[in-house]
């Protein structure tokens, strides 16, 4: 009897002192001080070397410490140590956000971001910087995600409305979306907004209508992109496209050869305008009652370009075939 009064005895003492434990448990994670050195226990964990996998969920402890501990801090005793905690991490926050989207875990990236503007936000630090709105919007937009990736490029074009790359990133994300009117609307607000950089929203625009096959309007905007900039070789090319899809092969092969003449490694020129002249010779020499005076020179030009195309791209069965027949005509091969 006396063993099991003994033994009761020392259960009751034993739920007693949980009790008391457990009590004592809750009674301290009422305190903020206790989510306080929560936060400082995992803020010491951190180190140069830890993988960032590990850092993201050490500073996503940290933050929700410090959060619990603001909510319970009603007296504001503790609120610069917070406020300390928070800024510390928040710096943090933006290194593992870019260590992430370099390598290519987008989704981690954007939380990261997200949880240093949520820090940074009016409702605690104050003091979100605007390159992070920038970051946050082009990792939403790897994502897919349009409509947050243009929230994110909205609020930074309100911090600083002379951001051209903000500008250029909404109006993509309103093509991107298929809202076209809003994209075209913004691209020619772009022209007067920002006159220095007229140039891309002229390239926007003539890019847009070779998309929609528009060429008259694509023309249009070539024209008035190398009535400024008059040694740009990939308008010219884009321009030698264009009258190639008007059928106006002459004029194509014009701009070809000034794309090659401000830029001799333009390949695209390059092979467009062999296939061009190519197709003109077969038909000179095919043809009856077809002036063949200018044949020789026409093939010999014709050859020293496909001989640059052979150089620059290996194993094109096309441009060796075209190269075998021209030296044929020549009769260089037999």
């Known amino acids: 009897m006396k063993k099991t009064l003994i033994l ?77 905690q928070l800024s510390n991490i928040s710096t943090l926050y933006i290194f593992v956000g870019v260590e992430y989207f370099n390598n290519g875990d987008y989704k981690q990236a954007l939380d990261a971001f997200e949880k240093n503007i949520e820090i940074l936000s009016p409702t605690l630090l104050d003091q979100v910087n605007p390159m992070v709105y920038l970051n946050a919007a082009v990792t939403a937009e790897k994502l897919k995600d ?10 930074k074009l309100k911090i600083t409305p002379t951001d051209v790359a903000a500008y250029m990133g909404l ?28 140039m891309q929203f002229y390239g926007e625009l003539l890019n847009y209508n070779m998309e929609k096959t528009a060429w008259d309007k694509a023309l249009y905007y070539a024209d008035t992109i190398l009535a400024i900039d008059t040694t740009n070789d990939k308008v010219y090319y884009l321009r030698a496209y264009i009258y190639q899809e008007k059928n106006q092969i002459k004029k194509a092969n014009e701009n070809y050869k000034k794309a090659l003449l401000y830029n001799s490694d333009n390949i695209d020129a390059l092979y467009n305008l062999s296939t061009n002249l190519y197709n003109e010779c077969v038909d000179i020499l095919t043809q009856k009652n077809t002036d063949k005076k200018d044949i020789k020179s026409k093939l010999i030009y014709l050859e020293s370009n496909l001989e640059q195309l052979q150089k620059k791209i290996k194993k094109d069965v ?17």
């Open 171 to 198: 109006l993509h994300m309103y093509k991107r979306k298929g809202e076209n009117e809003k994209y075209l609307y913004l691209v020619q607000k772009g022209v007067l907004l920002y006159p220095n950089k007229k």
């Open 146 to 155: 349009y409509d947050k990736a243009l929230g994110f490029y909205q609020k």
């Open 318 to 334: 096309q441009i060796d075939q075209m190269l075998e027949n021209v030296q044929l005509q020549l009769g260089k091969k037999k």
């Open 8 to 84: 009761l005895l020392g259960l009751l003492l034993f739920f007693n002192q949980n009790i008391i434990a457990q009590n004592t448990m809750q009674e301290d994670s009422l305190s903020p001080n206790y989510w306080i050195d929560k936060a400082a226990k995992q803020h010491a964990l951190i180190q140069k070397e830890t993988p960032v996998s590990e850092k993201k969920e050490y500073l996503d402890n940290i933050f929700a410490y410090s959060k619990k501990a603001l909510f319970l801090d009603s007296l504001e005793a503790y609120k610069s140590v917070i406020y300390n």
